[in-house]
Protein backbone atom coordinates (compact mmCIF):
# COMPACT_ATOMS: atom_id res chain seq x y z
CA UNK A 1 0.00 0.00 0.00
CA UNK A 2 1.25 3.28 -0.79
CA UNK A 3 1.77 5.92 1.83
CA UNK A 4 1.16 9.40 1.06
CA UNK A 5 0.83 12.66 3.07
CA UNK A 6 -0.99 15.84 1.18
CA UNK A 7 -0.06 18.57 2.65
CA UNK A 8 -2.90 21.19 1.38
CA UNK A 9 -6.26 23.12 1.24
CA UNK A 10 -9.76 22.06 2.10
CA UNK A 11 -12.79 23.84 0.43
CA UNK A 12 -16.61 23.70 0.31
CA UNK A 13 -17.31 24.16 -3.81
CA UNK A 14 -20.31 25.82 -4.92
CA UNK A 15 -20.84 24.47 -8.56
CA UNK A 16 -22.99 25.66 -11.03
CA UNK A 17 -22.90 24.39 -14.93
CA UNK A 18 -24.10 27.29 -17.87
CA UNK A 19 -24.13 27.12 -20.95
CA UNK A 20 -21.55 29.66 -21.70
CA UNK A 21 -18.84 31.28 -19.01
CA UNK A 22 -20.37 34.63 -18.60
CA UNK A 23 -18.24 37.79 -20.02
CA UNK A 24 -17.26 40.58 -18.16
CA UNK A 25 -20.63 42.34 -16.71
CA UNK A 26 -23.00 39.70 -18.02
CA UNK A 27 -25.00 37.57 -16.20
CA UNK A 28 -25.79 34.58 -17.10
CA UNK A 29 -28.38 31.67 -15.32
CA UNK A 30 -26.88 28.16 -14.11
CA UNK A 31 -28.87 24.83 -15.51
CA UNK A 32 -27.29 22.78 -12.33
CA UNK A 33 -25.86 23.35 -8.70
CA UNK A 34 -23.88 21.21 -6.79
CA UNK A 35 -22.48 21.60 -3.38
CA UNK A 36 -19.52 19.38 -2.20
CA UNK A 37 -16.18 18.86 -0.61
CA UNK A 38 -12.95 20.52 -2.53
CA UNK A 39 -9.85 22.24 -2.28
CA UNK A 40 -7.06 20.77 -3.71
CA UNK A 41 -5.35 19.18 -0.64
CA UNK A 42 -8.38 17.28 0.09
CA UNK A 43 -9.54 16.64 -3.63
CA UNK A 44 -5.69 15.44 -3.90
CA UNK A 45 -5.95 13.04 -1.06
CA UNK A 46 -9.01 11.58 -1.75
CA UNK A 47 -8.28 10.71 -5.31
CA UNK A 48 -5.21 8.78 -4.11
CA UNK A 49 -7.24 7.40 -1.46
CA UNK A 50 -9.82 6.09 -3.82
CA UNK A 51 -7.03 4.40 -5.53
CA UNK A 52 -5.66 2.51 -2.68
CA UNK A 53 -3.53 4.79 -1.30
CA UNK A 54 -3.04 5.47 3.04
CA UNK A 55 -3.48 8.92 2.62
CA UNK A 56 -2.67 11.34 5.62
CA UNK A 57 -4.24 14.38 5.19
CA UNK A 58 -2.25 18.12 6.67
CA UNK A 59 -4.77 21.28 6.41
CA UNK A 60 -7.04 23.75 8.53
CA UNK A 61 -10.76 23.90 8.36
CA UNK A 62 -12.92 26.29 10.52
CA UNK A 63 -16.02 25.70 12.87
CA UNK A 64 -18.36 24.39 9.96
CA UNK A 65 -16.72 21.39 8.39
CA UNK A 66 -18.08 18.25 10.25
CA UNK A 67 -19.55 17.12 7.46
CA UNK A 68 -16.77 17.50 5.02
CA UNK A 69 -14.64 15.89 7.88
CA UNK A 70 -17.22 13.24 7.96
CA UNK A 71 -16.65 12.87 4.45
CA UNK A 72 -12.91 12.88 3.74
CA UNK A 73 -13.01 9.81 6.87
CA UNK A 74 -15.51 8.01 4.74
CA UNK A 75 -13.07 7.73 1.79
CA UNK A 76 -10.65 6.63 3.82
CA UNK A 77 -8.56 9.70 4.32
CA UNK A 78 -6.37 10.38 7.85
CA UNK A 79 -7.72 13.49 9.02
CA UNK A 80 -5.61 13.16 12.19
CA UNK A 81 -3.57 16.33 11.33
CA UNK A 82 -6.01 18.42 10.31
CA UNK A 83 -6.79 21.29 12.46
CA UNK A 84 -10.30 22.91 13.51
CA UNK A 85 -10.76 26.43 14.16
CA UNK A 86 -13.43 27.44 15.35
CA UNK A 87 -13.11 31.29 14.37
CA UNK A 88 -13.19 31.00 10.62
CA UNK A 89 -15.19 29.43 7.84
CA UNK A 90 -13.53 26.62 6.14
CA UNK A 91 -12.26 27.77 2.36
CA UNK A 92 -14.98 28.28 -0.27
CA UNK A 93 -14.65 27.75 -4.06
CA UNK A 94 -17.52 28.90 -6.36
CA UNK A 95 -16.72 26.88 -9.79
CA UNK A 96 -18.45 28.00 -13.25
CA UNK A 97 -18.34 25.32 -15.53
CA UNK A 98 -19.44 24.94 -19.64
CA UNK A 99 -21.02 22.75 -22.16
CA UNK A 100 -17.63 22.14 -23.68
CA UNK A 101 -16.32 21.57 -20.34
CA UNK A 102 -14.45 24.68 -19.45
CA UNK A 103 -14.53 26.32 -16.09
CA UNK A 104 -13.47 29.18 -14.08
CA UNK A 105 -12.80 28.79 -10.18
CA UNK A 106 -13.05 31.64 -7.22
CA UNK A 107 -11.39 30.77 -3.77
CA UNK A 108 -11.97 32.49 -0.58
CA UNK A 109 -9.08 30.83 1.22
CA UNK A 110 -10.64 30.72 4.47
CA UNK A 111 -9.21 28.56 7.40
CA UNK A 112 -6.78 27.53 4.75
CA UNK A 113 -4.64 31.10 4.86
CA UNK A 114 -4.77 30.10 8.83
CA UNK A 115 -2.52 26.65 7.94
CA UNK A 116 0.86 27.94 9.37
CA UNK A 117 4.85 26.08 10.17
CA UNK A 118 3.58 25.21 13.42
CA UNK A 119 0.70 23.12 11.72
CA UNK A 120 3.29 20.49 9.99
CA UNK A 121 3.96 17.71 11.68
CA UNK A 122 7.55 17.02 12.74
CA UNK A 123 8.02 13.87 11.07
CA UNK A 124 6.29 14.51 7.40
CA UNK A 125 8.10 11.27 6.13
CA UNK A 126 7.17 8.37 7.96
CA UNK A 127 9.11 5.99 6.28
CA UNK A 128 11.61 6.28 3.64
CA UNK A 129 9.89 6.80 -0.04
CA UNK A 130 6.73 8.26 1.45
CA UNK A 131 5.21 10.43 -1.06
CA UNK A 132 4.76 13.74 0.09
CA UNK A 133 2.10 15.91 -1.73
CA UNK A 134 2.14 19.46 -1.59
CA UNK A 135 0.25 22.07 -3.61
CA UNK A 136 -0.30 26.06 -3.80
CA UNK A 137 -3.38 26.88 -1.92
CA UNK A 138 -1.86 27.68 0.99
CA UNK A 139 0.75 30.14 2.43
CA UNK A 140 4.27 30.42 0.51
CA UNK A 141 6.22 29.61 4.01
CA UNK A 142 3.98 26.35 4.85
CA UNK A 143 4.47 25.02 1.07
CA UNK A 144 8.29 25.68 1.16
CA UNK A 145 9.35 23.80 4.44
CA UNK A 146 6.95 20.89 3.59
CA UNK A 147 8.95 20.17 0.60
CA UNK A 148 12.44 20.97 2.98
CA UNK A 149 11.42 18.90 5.77
CA UNK A 150 10.24 15.96 3.37
CA UNK A 151 12.88 15.80 1.54
CA UNK A 152 15.50 16.41 4.62
CA UNK A 153 13.61 13.14 6.17
CA UNK A 154 14.16 10.82 3.14
CA UNK A 155 10.76 11.83 1.32
CA UNK A 156 9.55 11.87 -2.37
CA UNK A 157 8.19 15.42 -2.86
CA UNK A 158 5.87 16.44 -5.69
CA UNK A 159 4.89 19.66 -5.85
CA UNK A 160 1.51 20.90 -8.01
CA UNK A 161 2.13 24.62 -8.25
CA UNK A 162 -1.25 26.14 -8.42
CA UNK A 163 -2.33 28.50 -7.99
CA UNK A 164 1.00 30.24 -9.66
CA UNK A 165 3.19 32.04 -7.69
CA UNK A 166 7.22 32.31 -7.39
CA UNK A 167 8.97 29.59 -5.10
CA UNK A 168 12.17 29.92 -3.43
CA UNK A 169 14.77 28.38 -5.44
CA UNK A 170 16.18 26.01 -2.52
CA UNK A 171 12.48 24.61 -2.06
CA UNK A 172 12.41 24.17 -5.68
CA UNK A 173 15.55 21.86 -5.87
CA UNK A 174 14.45 20.03 -3.22
CA UNK A 175 11.34 19.08 -5.29
CA UNK A 176 11.34 15.47 -6.81
CA UNK A 177 8.20 15.55 -9.26
CA UNK A 178 7.10 19.47 -10.24
CA UNK A 179 3.43 18.89 -11.64
CA UNK A 180 2.74 22.18 -13.46
CA UNK A 181 -0.28 23.15 -16.13
CA UNK A 182 0.98 25.29 -18.81
CA UNK A 183 -0.28 28.42 -17.25
CA UNK A 184 1.85 27.21 -14.54
CA UNK A 185 4.78 26.52 -16.20
CA UNK A 186 4.76 29.66 -18.00
CA UNK A 187 4.77 31.44 -14.44
CA UNK A 188 7.25 29.47 -13.29
CA UNK A 189 9.90 30.41 -16.24
CA UNK A 190 8.51 34.06 -16.84
CA UNK A 191 7.26 33.65 -20.45
CA UNK A 192 4.48 33.27 -22.56
CA UNK A 193 1.91 30.37 -22.19
CA UNK A 194 3.10 27.67 -24.47
CA UNK A 195 0.65 27.31 -27.70
CA UNK A 196 0.98 23.64 -28.13
CA UNK A 197 3.12 20.05 -27.74
CA UNK A 198 6.66 21.64 -29.70
CA UNK A 199 6.44 25.34 -27.31
CA UNK A 200 6.04 22.74 -24.37
CA UNK A 201 8.77 20.76 -25.67
CA UNK A 202 10.95 23.47 -26.45
CA UNK A 203 10.37 25.07 -22.92
CA UNK A 204 11.51 22.11 -20.83
CA UNK A 205 14.33 21.50 -22.99
CA UNK A 206 15.62 25.20 -22.21
CA UNK A 207 14.45 25.43 -18.69
CA UNK A 208 16.95 24.26 -16.75
CA UNK A 209 14.69 23.51 -13.59
CA UNK A 210 16.36 22.03 -11.11
CA UNK A 211 13.83 19.48 -10.18
CA UNK A 212 14.51 15.37 -10.75
CA UNK A 213 11.80 15.79 -13.08
CA UNK A 214 8.76 18.13 -14.48
CA UNK A 215 5.11 16.68 -15.93
CA UNK A 216 3.65 19.35 -17.34
CA UNK A 217 -0.50 18.58 -17.51
CA UNK A 218 -1.81 19.49 -21.41
CA UNK A 219 -5.40 18.98 -21.39
CA UNK A 220 -7.05 16.55 -23.66
CA UNK A 221 -3.38 15.93 -24.93
CA UNK A 222 -2.25 14.16 -21.70
CA UNK A 223 0.99 15.03 -20.36
CA UNK A 224 4.50 15.80 -21.15
CA UNK A 225 7.45 14.70 -19.43
CA UNK A 226 10.59 15.75 -18.74
CA UNK A 227 13.50 14.09 -16.45
CA UNK A 228 16.69 15.31 -15.16
CA UNK A 229 19.66 13.99 -16.98
CA UNK A 230 17.45 12.55 -19.89
CA UNK A 231 17.93 13.76 -23.33
CA UNK A 232 14.56 15.14 -25.17
CA UNK A 233 10.78 14.82 -23.70
CA UNK A 234 7.99 12.06 -23.28
CA UNK A 235 4.60 13.13 -24.56
CA UNK A 236 1.83 10.51 -22.80
CA UNK A 237 -1.28 11.16 -24.62
CA UNK A 238 -4.57 10.97 -22.92
CA UNK A 239 -6.87 8.12 -24.27
CA UNK A 240 -10.52 9.20 -25.85
CA UNK A 241 -13.25 9.78 -23.64
CA UNK A 242 -16.23 12.00 -23.11
CA UNK A 243 -15.62 15.10 -21.16
CA UNK A 244 -18.28 17.08 -19.89
CA UNK A 245 -16.63 18.55 -16.45
CA UNK A 246 -12.71 19.15 -16.42
CA UNK A 247 -12.83 20.09 -12.57
CA UNK A 248 -10.84 18.04 -10.13
CA UNK A 249 -9.23 16.30 -13.40
CA UNK A 250 -5.83 18.15 -12.44
CA UNK A 251 -5.91 16.90 -8.94
CA UNK A 252 -7.15 13.51 -9.98
CA UNK A 253 -3.75 13.60 -11.92
CA UNK A 254 -1.60 14.50 -9.01
CA UNK A 255 -3.10 12.04 -6.25
CA UNK A 256 -3.13 9.41 -9.25
CA UNK A 257 0.26 10.51 -10.12
CA UNK A 258 1.48 10.41 -6.06
CA UNK A 259 -0.44 7.08 -5.62
CA UNK A 260 2.15 5.13 -8.41
CA UNK A 261 5.00 6.44 -7.11
CA UNK A 262 4.47 5.46 -3.86
CA UNK A 263 3.93 1.87 -4.76
CA UNK A 264 7.28 1.84 -7.03
CA UNK A 265 6.18 2.41 -10.31
CA UNK A 266 8.58 4.20 -12.58
CA UNK A 267 8.18 8.29 -13.34
CA UNK A 268 6.73 7.22 -17.13
CA UNK A 269 4.14 4.23 -15.70
CA UNK A 270 2.79 6.36 -12.98
CA UNK A 271 2.44 9.47 -15.48
CA UNK A 272 0.74 7.28 -17.72
CA UNK A 273 -1.80 6.34 -15.42
CA UNK A 274 -2.10 9.91 -13.51
CA UNK A 275 -3.48 10.33 -17.65
CA UNK A 276 -5.63 8.03 -17.46
CA UNK A 277 -6.91 8.82 -13.94
CA UNK A 278 -7.51 12.57 -14.93
CA UNK A 279 -9.24 11.70 -17.65
CA UNK A 280 -12.27 9.67 -16.38
CA UNK A 281 -12.76 12.38 -13.96
CA UNK A 282 -14.01 14.33 -16.35
CA UNK A 283 -16.62 12.05 -17.51
CA UNK A 284 -18.64 12.80 -14.86
CA UNK A 285 -19.69 16.13 -13.07
CA UNK A 286 -18.02 17.85 -9.91
CA UNK A 287 -14.69 17.37 -8.50
CA UNK A 288 -14.34 13.93 -6.28
CA UNK A 289 -17.36 12.40 -7.55
CA UNK A 290 -15.91 11.38 -10.59
CA UNK A 291 -12.42 10.47 -9.24
CA UNK A 292 -11.64 7.04 -10.59
CA UNK A 293 -11.53 3.59 -8.12
CA UNK A 294 -8.24 1.48 -9.14
CA UNK A 295 -10.39 -1.29 -10.96
CA UNK A 296 -12.16 1.78 -13.29
CA UNK A 297 -8.32 2.50 -14.35
CA UNK A 298 -8.38 -0.75 -16.40
CA UNK A 299 -11.62 -0.40 -18.11
CA UNK A 300 -10.84 -0.40 -21.79
CA UNK A 301 -12.76 3.06 -22.53
CA UNK A 302 -9.89 4.34 -20.44
CA UNK A 303 -6.82 2.42 -21.00
CA UNK A 304 -7.32 2.54 -25.02
CA UNK A 305 -5.31 5.84 -26.45
CA UNK A 306 -7.15 7.67 -29.53
Do not use: W
Not at 241 to 249: E, K, Q, S
Amino acid sequence: MSLITVVGSVNRDFVLTVEDLPRPGETVLARRFVEGVGGKGANQAVAAARLGSQVRLVARVGGDAAAILDALVSEGVDITAVRSDERTTTGIAAVVVDNAGENTIVVNPGANAGLGVQDLPSRLVRSAGEIVLVQNEIASDVVELAILRASEQGGVVVLNPAPARPIGAGALAAVDVLVPNLGELASLLGTGRPAGLDEVRDLLESAGLPCRAVVVTVGADGAVLKEAGVAGTTHIPAPAVDAVDTVGAGDTFCGALADALGRGTGLRAAVERAVRAASHATTGFGAQTSMPYAAQLDEPAITSAP
